[in-house]
């Protein structure tokens, strides 16, 4: 369900965020996936206009937005559970980064943890999954191809650091954001 964020008038709406640390094996996590995470809150925040700010914070316990590494057992790729923080809406974004060994392209499994972060804390945001291909809120309920959809994004990728040039987001995504933030319906 789309959510909405209720704005001062030029004041960003701004959430605290805190990334698990990579300290459970069995979670997949390598070092430098907390770095893919706040590449993905900062497309959001360059996305959004200057309209969200994200602040990151040590402690969990009063972050809005809280990245979790999963393990194989809670799931595939990612969820997104809401949470209320400090009576503001906040939500527990579960990624389980591919292991190394599944995808022996580095790139391809930084491409993967990232876009899986960018997804979910996009419901973390309030924005629905969509059945548009090209959009980051897609849902593979709709069916698609998965290599496809990570693999076309790793095909813009020469180095990691191509990841934060390379937002991963559509107009369509872009524009449900900006609906979201001042209370409009999407156009698309």
């Not at 191809?145 to 995504?173: M, P, Q």
Request: charged share 25%; glycine share 8%.
């Amino acid at each position: 369900m789309v959510g909405s964020l209720v704005l001062a008038a030029g004041a960003p709406e701004k959430y605290s965020y805190w990334v698990e640390p990579c300290s459970h094996p069995d979670t997949g996590c390598r070092a430098g996936d907390d770095e893919l995470a706040a590449w993905a809150l900062q497309a959001w925040q360059s996305a959004s206009a200057g309209d969200l700010e994200f602040t990151r914070v040590e402690s969990r316990e009063h972050a809005r937005i809280r990245v979790l590494w999963a393990s194989a057992q809670q799931g595939l790729y990612g969820e997104a559970r809401p949470i209320q923080v400090d009576g503001r809406r906040g939500a527990e974004v579960y990624v389980l980064p591919a292991p190394l060994g599944l995808h022996d392209d580095r790139l391809l499994r930084d491409a993967i943890v990232y876009l899986t972060c960018l997804h979910e804390t996009g419901h973390a945001l309030g924005l629905p999954h969509t059945a548009a291909f090209s959009d980051i809120m897609y849902s593979f309920q709709y069916g698609g191809d998965i290599d496809e959809y990570f693999g076309r994004y790793r095909r813009k990728l020469h180095a990691r650091d191509d990841i934060r040039k390379n937002w991963g987001l559509s107009d369509a995504d872009r524009a449900t954001l900006r609906a979201i933030l001042t209370h409009q319906q999407p156009t698309n």
